[in-house]
């Protein structure tokens, strides 16, 4: 079964609202948390990583204020976009690093669809 | 930049065909390599890796090289089956120890037919 569970699987939002995504680690502690991007028929892009009860580090490119990312706990990250767009409409994805290991587990993702 | 570059799909093949899936890299340091597969409705999923040259990584019948004089990492499996079908990315980290910084190529959409 899914050990990083993503919640919604599918949103579909008004253009200016916001909503958020989020990111649990089922049956471990999760330091560091990954959010990806995937445009259609590209890459999945690293957009940010968020560390438990620190600042995410956002990549390059990537607006902070638009893109906000909570790490509150060792088993939850939230992603939030705010004030959306049609051109924020993508696939986005998280991935959870073990405490203390090289361990990598990834979420079953989020489509997100900005009309 | 550091990057990297998968055929594009999607792959159709036969049941018990050979699989092929080409994935080339470009990067300044020395890259551990990954495959990781996405099943319809799933997450990723590591399927395998390699983090040195000539080292071969192999899973569930399938295996890839690091090819460090060719820059590849192809995935290959001798014969596939219809529960094959899935999403197949490469991705490399220059970083082994923070493997969640991934630099994934488009992915590659594998359809077998029985």
């Known amino acids: 079964g899914a050990v990083v569970s993503q919640h919604p699987s599918w949103v579909i939002c008004k253009s200016g609202t916001s909503v958020k995504i989020e990111c649990r680690s089922l049956d471990f502690q999760a330091t560091t948390m990954f959010w990806y991007r995937q445009f259609p028929k590209q890459s999945l892009m690293l957009m940010a990583t968020s560390n438990e009860g620190s600042k995410a580090t956002y990549e390059q490119g990537v607006e902070k204020d638009k893109f906000l990312i909570n790490h509150a706990s060792l088993t939850l990250s939230t992603l939030t976009v705010t004030s959306a767009h049609p051109e924020d409409s993508s696939f986005y994805i998280c991935s959870a690093q073990v405490e203390a290991g090289n361990t990598i587990y990834f979420g079953e993702g989020s489509w997100l669809t900005v009309v | 930049g550091d990057s990297v570059t998968q055929m594009e799909g999607p792959v159709t093949l036969s049941e018990e065909a050979f699989l092929t899936i080409n994935c080339t890299y470009t990067a300044t340091g020395y890259p551990s390599l990954f495959w990781y597969v996405q099943y319809p409705g799933e997450g990723l999923q590591l399927l395998l890796k390699a983090t040195k040259a000539d080292d071969k990584g192999s899973n569930k ?11 590849s990492f192809h ?13 197949y990315f490469c991705a490399l980290t220059l970083i082994y120890n923070q493997g969640g910084k991934l630099i994934f190529g488009q992915g590659t959409e594998l359809s077998v037919k029985p």
């Open chain 2, 61 to 71: 019948g399938f295996e890839a090289t690091y090819r460090k004089e060719t820059t």
């Open chain 2, 75 to 87: 995935l290959e499996k001798g014969s596939v089956q219809v529960s094959d079908s899935a999403v």
